[in-house]
């Protein structure tokens, strides 16, 4: 009995923890497509970090930040923030890109600053850490046969898609470079994940193919 109890405990989990991450998922897709097309003919510029405001103060006191941006069309000065709380303030003039409607530059937005990217990147935890992990354990137990190390393919594509997903909302960009352009040293870490991660699959699948020959 308290076997099954614990196995409901678990099905429970895992099952609400998709169910989150699916909802998210699609509300950061639905809200990213309706950006993508809303902004498709929209003008690029450099936007250079100058001030900050406190958005949110949770229960533990640790604060968030409103990120704010400043950039030049048409020889005038615009601004525009994030619409979503940063835990890291960037240094002054640390560069992001801004896309801007041309004929009304104050209709203006960051790239990878806007509240679905945070939602992307949540969505993207909850959904797929439990399905890997599925995965994995299904492997283990030789339900599902494969030439390379489930868990540790599954661990470096995590560490990858995370970090991945960290640097565009720093940078705007998938490019890790990007994001130092914006946050300095503070975007090594998400730019060693996606390092690291590359590594660990690669050095996976050149393993499970030793192992085949």
């Known amino acids: 009995m308290k076997m099954n109890i614990k196995k409901a405990v678990i099905i429970l989990l895992f099952s609400s923890a998709l169910l989150a991450g699916i909802v998210l998922l699609f509300i950061g897709i ?3 497509v309706s950006l993508a097309i809303k902004t498709k003919d929209w003008f690029e510029a450099p936007g250079y970090f100058r001030d900050y405001s406190v958005y949110d103060i949770d229960d533990d006191g640790e604060t968030t930040y409103r990120l704010r941006y400043v ?6 000065e615009y601004f525009v923030e994030t619409d979503y709380g940063s835990g890291v303030i960037p240094e002054i003039d640390s560069v992001r890109t801004v896309i801007y409607e041309p004929e ?3 209709n203006a937005v960051l790239k990878g600053g806007t509240a679905s990217a945070t ?6 935890m909850f959904t797929f850490i439990p399905f890997f992990m599925i ?3 299904l492997w283990i137990n030789g339900k599902i046969k494969l030439h390379v190390n489930v868990f540790d393919f599954t661990a470096g594509f995590l560490i990858f898609a995370v970090g991945e997903l960290c640097v565009y909302m720093m940078g705007g960009s998938v490019f890790p470079w990007k994001a130092f352009g914006s946050m300095g040293f503070l975007a090594i870490i998400p730019s060693l994940m996606v390092a690291v991660g590359i590594f660990q699959m690669a050095k996976t699948i050149l393993n499970g193919k030793k192992e085949k020959k």
């Open 30 to 32: 639905k809200d990213s």
């Open 135 to 137: 995965i994995c354990w």
């Open 71 to 76: 950039f030049y069309s048409g020889g005038a």
């Open 119 to 124: 939602y992307l990147t949540i969505g993207f």
């Open 104 to 106: 009304n530059p104050e």
